[in-house]
């Protein structure tokens, strides 16, 4: 069965501590690894789309990274504002249906 | 270029009534997909649809419908609704063609059942 894991659940973090969350996946043919940003109460935001090991993609404070098992959302000196529910979702083939992570809520104080 | 949007925002309904959600997907996005989010959960696929016909299912019963009409724009309707159902549904939009894979969320109707 194809699965998505985040790790951790919860992470709180001071501003400007840099730390990663992880998602692992267990798929049959990885096609795309997805990450989104969730703010309470609303939609996922697209952050990044990898497709193959060793690809890494960055966007301001954040970079994406894949290996053949697992992905890493790095954040660097996050700021409150960076406060959200991360997911992560994998694609086994074309536009197939995503299987998402149950996420990580990151939190970082000021 | 216009996003995903969804209506309505949110939704009160009772048990055993009927519901119908609607999307209306992103400018030159063909296919549409409806996941459910129940509180502190990942995003679980219901149904895709693709040149107005379903294209996919997930372990949702056939009380959860769908339709995709030509401008690609979505309802979603859920009949006999049960307590369980209370969830944010969400709709994603995409291009189905090429490499690109990536879908794109509507905010969402919060659907409350009591």
């Known amino acids: 069965e194809d699965q998505v894991t985040q790790s951790p659940e919860a992470l709180r973090l001071q501003e400007g501590e840099s730390s990663s969350l992880n998602c692992s996946y267990t798929?049959?043919?990885?096609?795309?690894l997805f990450w989104y940003r969730q703010d309470p109460g609303k939609g996922p935001e697209f952050l990044f789309t990898l497709y193959s090991a060793g690809e890494e993609k960055e966007k301001e404070r954040l970079k994406a990274t894949l290996t053949k098992k697992e992905s890493f959302l790095h954040i660097t000196a996050p700021k409150p504002e960076d406060s959200a529910t991360y997911l992560c979702a994998a694609s086994i083939s074309g536009n197939t249906p995503l299987v998402f992570g149950k996420g990580t809520r990151l939190s970082v104080i000021a | 270029e216009t996003g995903v949007t969804q209506s309505p925002t949110h939704l009160i309904k009772t048990r055993g009534q009927q519901v119908t959600l609607r999307c209306s997907s992103q400018s030159g996005h063909n296919t549409v997909s409806w996941y459910q989010q129940a509180l502190g959960q990942g995003p679980q696929f219901i149904f895709q649809y693709y040149r107005e016909e379903e294209n996919g299912r997930g372990n949702f019963p056939p009380r959860f419908s769908g339709l995709q009409f030509p401008n690609y724009s979505s309802e979603l309707n859920v009949n006999a609704l049960e307590l369980d159902d209370s969830a944010l549904y969400l709709c994603a939009s995409s291009w189905t063609s090429g490499y690109s894979y990536e879908q794109y969320f509507g905010p969402g109707t919060r659907l409350t059942v009591t």
């Open positions: 798929v049959s043919g990885l096609r795309g």
